[in-house]
């Protein structure tokens, strides 16, 4: 299990959301309340959009909690677009090049979930990346495969449908190995001006995903919290978690869905549908 | 809050005790279930007497639950006499020179507890410290400073008396700053052929502390077993939380107690009474 | 021995320093000409001011060559005042805690250099440090003591006099133990407006330093170099030692010299001479 | 570059040949002398066979000289077959799953040098890795691709000719890739029983290698020196880089020359000829 965040408003010091939130993501590293562990403390990664070309990254093998450098950089740092991410690893070495968010040119890309019996697929998967893909795979998660699938079958011109054919892809080769439950997680995308979010499930229940309401409707709800009152309605949050309690706040993304936030905060929704591929030897690319 | 456990008995591979053992240390570290925190992810540390020279240290600052390193190590290191500590950081870095055990030649100490508000009393305390031994005070955690008082304070010769002094003079010095429940905690002490324990708090319960029982009784109560049959008159645990819920397996050591085991699995155990000392700077030496 | 250097000009790209330079301070933690060994591998540490309150810090234990986050700060960070140090570790551990700039404030402090037989000076010297300021003393370097006995003999009002003042203590110190090269090395300090830095050895050549020249100089040297091109006269470098060879950029600072650098790019040079103070124990504050 | 030490002989404190060698392999993760490079400072890795099933292996991405762990198990783990690897990272991230020795079962193997142009011929040899094993690639270095090449072709019956399959099917591959001098280097494997070494280079002259001399010799030539008094006929040592500059101690491997050191010191050589393989998709198993 993992948690992870995504920002997309106007700039903050990333320190705003990253520390001052009740519930962020830094404390669910130590306290997750919503998935199978509560603890997620192997690494964490952090991408921003900001000063220099395309994102930065910083990840480390550290707990979120604990690493003296992510609370110097969250509260140095102003970004209109990041994504956090903290790792619960599930039998990958905890090592940065294991840590999420990943990064191809422009785009980041971050996973809450796995890919069932990732052992026994790997090779099939990592054989149906595009070959000049190949050598950029660094690490050894089965969320790095994920990505560079995606940007195989599409990702930088169509980023749900590449996600579509990748899920599909991906349970299609699964299927081959008996393997039923393969896909399960939350995805989340950004080229910098645009984020993207998936929840989707081959069987059973998603991994959950929020995004947070309307901004006007969040400041109308508590007009006497400080930092609400701070929101405009270019501002939406998608997180693994709720930062809060706060009824009207968070909106829950429902099962086998994406979402698409804009800059100005518009939301859409739609439904997500794997699509199959029947051959894994030949991807359409 | 921390978690640590002692092993004085026959040579056994680290290990059985500490990733074989249902609820051992290792699994302490991500869910600890009597401390304050479920969490101890800020680091570890491994002593052993063994090959060479007085004992091995190894230490990390990752979560003891994800190190390969320890596994490789547990797996491959035979110790008739060995301490291993997880840490949850409470101000203080999460750097190697902060892990236990700390080390002055043959001696070792692990600690679970704190000094009451350490940075009104750190500088008074490293004063007590016999002067050749301040340069040796290499991290910044209260326990490092408590060691080097109870060296200066005879521990060498008198581990439970020195010990005694030291905690009456941390509590003297605390109390000229007002300071009242000063010291919390359980210690444990090696010099390679005995181990010492002691479970203390100056105001309210202290941490918990174990002794495993005699292990005839043991083998008697479960003779199926194969683990317990394995144990010899001379294995004895001292931990911080049992390692199982099994009953009439782990005895719980009392409050303000210190506890000695020697060699042949004998347990003696005594009060633990501080001895005021009424000037931080003149300690008894 | 170490390697240092501090930018105080135009907003730039921490890249363009760090990476981009032929022979700059990354490229030293490999292959530096000037020291006693070539190699300053054991961490490194960035300080800078920029958005946010006071200076931000990235602290590492890895190779300044190898840190992939490294590279990434400095090309998503933009300063107009940031020192970096690359370390060659002398005694003291590899841990974070241990990395320069130290900080105190809105100051941030570098050292090349070492205090002689400092095992032996490290209790004196903490101990004329102010009591408040005590418990802040995190690692176990020189450096740190240096610095924290600076700010109680009044870096903030005066930098310069308080680190004539704290080399005289030192030297005292040092003395009374029959030390006599006691301080060596070369200092750099920030408050995020004006830059110093002092070369100072109690015996002998000091470690090496040097200063930019002139920008209207070196651009009227170098007609055809791009970067240098790009050079306003508000730009200034202190360095260990020259990024590149060529002649007319760079300027030795004598020994024994205390050199200010201005906003504006204005570098102002006075003798840098010891105050001995004739006890440790009664610091002048 | 890297640089690789083994040892095969009677059991010795590994200190003994780590640190207390006069120009042994930490002190060539500082100061080698016969690489492209000097330093060897992107994390090491340490193999033994000892207590505990199959080998252990220590590995850490800080560089050897001032890994304080290092120095800890070396003094206190014994072994009669062991094998360290300090590295210089040349492309590939410096993680625990790049450092050598690699592991697979009993089996152990270093490597010293490179596959040219490894990223372009990454997939294509990851292909030819036995299906089953190719989940167990946990890193991304060259090495650890020909070693499961390696073991593809038969490392674990004939370790000689197997790398020489292994070598000649990269040299075939990296041919349709129009890469000439594809395999540079020298290869260490071991099974706890023997030792096995190859020095080879495609084009050109390869990594040095030498083996230590008859100890009969050696304690002949020098009869003062109680170190070398100590060696007995059993003892061996393969070395990238000699750890003294007596005479008579070590003797140059030749080009393209495998060696294999059995038990008892024996020592054989034989020419290495790799065995070109005409279909990477069709591998000899």
């Known amino acids: 299990?993992?948690?992870?965040?995504?920002?997309?408003?106007?700039?903050?010091?990333?320190?705003?959301?990253?520390?001052?939130?009740?519930?962020?993501?830094?404390?669910?590293?130590?306290?997750a309340r919503m998935g199978a562990e509560p603890t997620n403390g192997d690494g964490f990664g952090l991408g921003w959009y900001g000063v220099g070309d395309g994102p930065g990254i910083y990840r480390s093998v550290s707990p979120a909690w604990g690493d003296p450098n992510l609370r110097e950089l969250a509260y140095h740092l102003e970004s209109p677009l990041f994504m956090a991410h903290?790792?619960?690893?599930?039998?990958?070495?905890?090592?940065?090049?294991?840590?999420?968010?990943?990064?191809?040119?422009?785009?980041?890309?971050?996973?809450?979930?796995?890919?069932?019996?990732?052992?026994?697929l790997r090779r099939d998967l990592m054989l149906a990346i595009d070959p000049p893909l190949f050598a950029q795979v660094q690490g050894s998660t089965d969320t790095e495969v994920?990505?560079?699938?995606?940007?195989?079958?599409?990702?930088?011109?169509?980023?749900?449908?590449?996600?579509?054919?990748?899920?599909?892809?991906?349970?299609?080769?699964?299927?081959?190995?008996?393997?039923?439950?393969?896909?399960?997680?939350?995805?989340?995308?950004?080229?910098?001006?645009?984020?993207?979010?998936v929840r989707y499930a081959s069987e059973g229940p998603a991994r959950s995903l929020f995004a947070s309401a309307d901004p006007s409707a969040i400041r109308h709800l508590y007009p006497d919290n400080e930092r609400f009152q701070r929101l405009t309605d270019d501002d939406r949050l998608i997180v693994s978690e709720p930062f809060s309690d706060l009824p009207g706040v968070w909106h829950e993304i429902p099962q086998a869905t994406a979402v698409t936030v804009h800059h100005g905060g518009v939301l859409e929704q739609r439904a997500f549908r794997p699509i199959a591929t029947d051959s894994v030897s030949a991807p359409l690319r």
Chains 1, 2, 3, 4 share one sequence.
């Open 1 to 31: 299990m993992c948690r992870w965040m995504a920002w997309l408003g106007q700039p903050v010091l990333i320190d705003e959301l990253l520390f001052k939130a009740q519930h962020g993501i830094v404390d669910q590293s130590l306290h």
């Open 86 to 120: 903290v790792r619960a690893a599930i039998g990958s070495p905890v090592q940065e090049t294991n840590c999420h968010p990943f990064r191809h040119g422009q785009w980041l890309f971050v996973h809450n979930g796995y890919i069932a019996d990732f052992h026994l």
């Open 146 to 197: 994920v990505f560079h699938l995606a940007l195989t079958l599409g990702l930088e011109q169509d980023p749900i449908g590449a996600l579509e054919r990748t899920v599909g892809l991906i349970e299609t080769a699964a299927g081959g190995h008996g393997i039923t439950a393969a896909v399960q997680g939350s995805f989340g995308v950004s080229d910098g001006s645009t984020l993207w979010a």
